[in-house]
T-cell receptor
Framework: DVKVTQSSRYLVKRTGEKVFLECVQD?????MFWYRQDPGLGLRLIYF???????EKGDIPEGYSVSREKKERFSLILESASTNQTSMYLC??????????FGPGTRLLVL | QKEVEQNSGPLSVPEGAIASLNCTYS??????FFWYRQYSGKSPELIMF????GDKEDGRFTAQLNKASQYVSLLIRDSQPSDSATYLC??????????FGKGTRLSVIA
């Protein structure tokens, strides 16, 4: 059974704080993704990675960065959190069979 | 720009009826098609995928693909209140991220 875990289910941060969201998958998948999801806007891709130390910008990378030092771990970093980054953040991983699995999500509130 | 379109709903069906969810996509080179179910406040859960034209059945779910019409659908037979959720259609076009529709909200009325 594929398992994608995220470090926190809920987070509350202050404006200007640096925020780390961690994602770990246990299926040796090459591909990992970070999305945010907001009401009425659907899933929006922030960053993705096809391999260790590789990263690609998605549709809305501004204000975010990522790190992939190990194959199983993909981190999303908010360099200086702002209130418009309040959202549900979803990590996903995908293997060569193209099926993609999501983690449980992190609901982030920036005050 | 690759696009996946879904009617946002809500689609309301009575318990026991067939729910029909539809999705169209713009990229003719699309190879694989996925349906996810997302309960309110939860993450998307993969329920079906289909690669070839025609029907694919899994329990009460049937995915239908028509590549010529660039159309994929999900049928839910004997709909239950527990099927009430948002259903996301996603399309894969080869070595690129999945393209997701915005989802259709389904409400099954007891």
């Amino acid at each position: 059974d594929v398992k994608v875990t995220q470090s926190s289910r809920y987070l509350v941060k202050r404006t200007g704080e640096k925020v780390f969201l961690e994602c770990v998958q246990d299926m040796d998948h090459e591909n990992m993704f970070w999305y945010r999801q907001d009401p009425g806007l659907g899933l929006r891709l922030i960053y993705f990675s096809y391999d260790v130390k590789m990263k690609e910008k998605g549709d809305i990378p501004e204000g975010y960065s990522v790190s992939r030092e190990k194959k199983e771990r993909f981190s999303l970093i908010l360099e200086s959190a702002s209130t418009n980054q309040t959202s549900m953040y979803l990590c996903a991983s995908r293997g060569n069979q193209e099926t993609q699995y999501f983690g449980p999500g992190t609901r982030l509130l920036v005050l | 720009q690759k696009e996946v379109e879904q009617n946002s709903g809500p689609l309301s069906v009575p318990e026991g009826a067939i729910a029909s969810l539809n999705c169209t996509y713009s990229d003719r080179g699309s190879q694989s098609f996925f349906w996810y179910r997302q309960y309110s406040g939860k993450s998307p859960e993969l329920i079906m995928f289909i690669y070839s034209n025609g029907d694919k059945e899994d329990g009460r779910f049937t995915a239908q693909l028509n590549k010529a019409s660039q159309y994929v659908s999900l049928l839910i037979r004997d709909s239950q209140p527990s099927d009430s959720a948002t259903y996301l259609c996603a399309v894969y076009s080869g070595n690129t991220p999945l393209v997701f529709g915005k989802g259709t909200r389904l409400s099954v009325i007891a």
